[in-house]
């Protein structure tokens, strides 16, 4: 029987370390938890201690005055950042509104071209003809035929919407910018 105690004892020693791991472990996990919230709200305090240095309501701690500088620097960093962003959008802008200009003008451009280019006047009395009058209705005189004026050729130019640089027609990101075009 000392045998099947021994082993019933060996047992359950390895059971109580099992069980004792078990706890070790779950109390580990909540250390860990507990440190990751302490890091959240050390970061939250060091937020509104900045908040406090940055408003000039607080000095900093001599300790905490390269930090400060350092922050200062990055966000001094960020505003040169956002201004040349700021450049960049402003360019664009700027760019496409010529190139909606310069499509505005080259569209009127072709628009006149195809508009009649006056009335037509009969040849015999210089009397001016309504628009599709075959004939003179003073005297008579067959209409001299239109002179059809050569039809402008399509404009096929394509720009990038993102900057407005020209394409070449076969392109499908924009030389310039690198923007996808379609």
């Known amino acids: 029987?000392?045998?099947f105690e021994k082993v019933n004892d060996f047992a359950k020693s390895t059971a109580d370390k099992a069980n004792d791991s078990i706890e070790i472990s779950k109390l580990n996990s909540k250390i860990a938890n507990e440190q990751s919230q302490m890091r959240d709200f050390a970061r939250e305090l060091g937020e509104v201690y900045w908040q406090l240095i940055s408003a000039k309501t607080v000095a900093p701690a001599p300790e905490a005055e390269e930090i400060c500088k350092k922050?200062?620097?990055?966000?001094a960093n960020i505003a040169g950042f956002e201004a040349e962003i700021a450049?960049?959008?402003e360019a664009a802008e700027k760019r496409k509104a010529e190139l909606e200009a310069k499509q505005?003008?080259?569209a009127a451009a072709a628009a006149s071209a195809a508009a009649p280019a006056g009335p037509v006047i009969c040849p015999n009395c210089g009397n001016a003809l309504?628009?599709?009058a075959k004939f003179c209705p003073e005297c008579g005189t067959k209409a001299p035929e239109p002179k059809p004026e050569p039809?402008?050729?399509?404009v096929m130019n394509r720009y990038c919407p993102n900057c407005g640089a020209q394409l070449d027609p076969e392109a499908r990101f924009c030389?310039?910018?690198g923007t996808k075009v379609e």
């Open 1 to 3: 029987m000392a045998f």
């Open 71 to 75: 922050l200062e620097l990055a966000a």
């Open 87 to 89: 450049a960049i959008h």
């Open 104 to 106: 505005a003008a080259e």
């Open 130 to 132: 309504p628009g599709t």
């Open 151 to 154: 039809a402008p050729e399509p």
């Open 175 to 177: 030389g310039e910018c």
